[in-house]
């Protein structure tokens, strides 16, 4: 016996199916959208930090220690990849919406021990989408309100690569280490957080407190793209 939809029944099926149809259409608009939302907002956000990064204000809280969270902290650039950013102190969610931030429970740049910066690889400025480019002997430059330090990527350590990937659960990567270190983390593969991606860089040279030269010789941070 075979059934038959009956003109009303169609007509509600196209209907079901356009709608279908719509709703697919706008949620893959919206995923490709998503991105360049959350680039622009980092954008934006970067400019509001690139002034604050050069207050008086801030370099009085840098020198006590007490940054607030999702306030500026220090300026990283990473010639290999093309990157200049401001980076905050805290990994917050709103921290992170800015680009890239600095684990609180981590020594400051410059500082002995293990500093520790997270970054997004696919979204908010992608600071860290071609992290997995870096190789030994890369040199980056970490600005802070009181001085200038230039860290250095170094050979493969502990039977791994450099960068490396390792699970999310891995948080010895932010360990203490005896000499003074950078640590940068990203998500991996690119789009998902099912990994992370590590790259560890050595302190190799600092100015001292006072020395740095003034902030304006330096142009605007930005993510270069």
Not at 156 to 182: G, I, K, R, Y
Request: one cysteine or more; charged letters at 20%.
């Amino acid at each position: 016996m075979s059934l038959r939809l009956t003109k009303k029944g169609r007509r509600l099926v196209v209907r079901i199916v356009t709608l279908a149809a719509v709703i697919t259409t706008l949620a893959g608009i919206a995923l490709i959208s998503y991105p360049f939302y959350t680039d622009r907002k980092a954008r934006e956000q970067q400019a509001e930090l690139a002034r604050d990064f050069q207050s008086s204000a801030l370099r009085t809280a840098y020198e006590r220690g007490s940054v607030p969270s999702a306030s500026p902290l220090t300026r990283l650039v990473i010639p290999r990849l093309r990157v200049d950013t401001i980076v905050v102190e805290g990994v917050s969610q709103k921290a992170l919406d800015t680009g890239a931030g600095h684990y609180p429970t981590t020594p400051l740049p410059g500082e002995p021990g293990n500093v520790a910066i997270a970054g997004h690889r696919n979204t908010f400025g992608k600071p860290f989408a071609e992290l997995d480019k870096l190789r030994p002997g890369d040199r980056i430059s970490v600005l802070t309100p009181i001085g200038q330090h230039t860290y250095e990527m170094v050979p493969p350590f502990d039977n791994h690569p450099n960068p490396w990937v390792t699970q999310p659960e891995d948080v010895d990567v932010l360990s203490p280490t005896s000499e003074a270190m950078l640590t940068l983390t990203t998500c991996h593969p690119k789009g998902s957080a099912r990994q992370r991606l590590i790259a560890r860089l050595k302190l190799v040279e600092s100015s001292p407190s006072g020395t740095l030269s003034a902030l304006d010789d330096f142009p605007p941070p930005q993510v270069i793209r």
